[in-house]
């Protein structure tokens, strides 16, 4: 769409890492409707946009030394619908979108309130000066989105790390994984037991049945026809699905005649090895 985009991080303080880790069935639906919560609040106050907003939400529990870290990123297009359904709202200025302040503690709130309300079991076993632990939210600009998208669908794409992280092992037969450090931006190296490599890898798998992104407002599949309306009010047509382009049939590479599915092997194999770790054993 024509309009500026932002994007949105919303950090769980470490105080509450624990809770998320142990209760993931119940935290992570919580997270995400607190955040969708306080978000909508937020921007429908006039002085912020004043009007119903869409956006897409990403979990992504990871650091890059691929530590429990669970935060959400939400990727808002600054544009919002109007009460009255024929109007737009759009921000006083493309360089501001809301307060980091109050979006953290709307969404602090909101996730109080609906433990108290849905799970007291799980508020009861929260230390209260964690509930009180200030949350971390970021707000930046994004441009007009495409670069924000390419960044938020590695999140969702790829896993936690890379076989290019990879480098080996050492003497004592640990697993060495390089990372960059966010506290300087330099590239390190951790020496991990396989166990406990995979130990973190395996924080990071969600429950049967939570999925990582989620789409909100007139961005949703339910409000199909509130996002037409948003898109004829900007000046643009329906949204159509581009037609996936035919490919030509596969050929042998020598004689160059078509080739034929005569069937389908299963594979037989595990993940694919650093190619280092191969070289090294050879």
Known sequence: MPVP????????????????????????PVFFAAIATALKALCARRKFLGGDIGFTAILHTW????????????????VGLAPSGCE???????????????LAHATRKAINEALARDHPEIFARIEPTARQKPWVAQVQGAGRGRTALRYLAAYVKKSAFSEGRLLGYDQSGRIVLSYR????????REALDPRELLARWLLHILPKGLVRVRHYGWLSAA???????????????????????????PRCPFCNGLLAQIA??????????CQTILKAAA
């Open 5 to 28: 985009y932002y994007l949105l991080t919303l950090t769980v303080p470490a105080e509450m890492r624990g809770v998320f880790l142990h209760y993931p069935l119940e935290m992570v």
């Open 63 to 78: 650091t890059r030394r691929i530590l429990f870290h669970p935060h959400i990123h939400v990727l808002v297009p600054a």
């Open 88 to 102: 737009l709202r759009h921000p006083r200025t493309e360089e501001y979108l809301l307060p980091e302040k109050a």
């Open 181 to 188: 450090d966010s506290a300087d931006g330099k590239l390190k």
């Open 223 to 249: 409000a199909h026809k509130a996002c037409l309306r948003v898109r004829f009010l900007l000046g643009l047509g329906p949204y159509r699905i581009p037609a996936v382009p035919k490919s030509e049939p």
């Open 264 to 273: 389908r092997i299963a594979p037989q194999r595990g993940p694919p090895l």
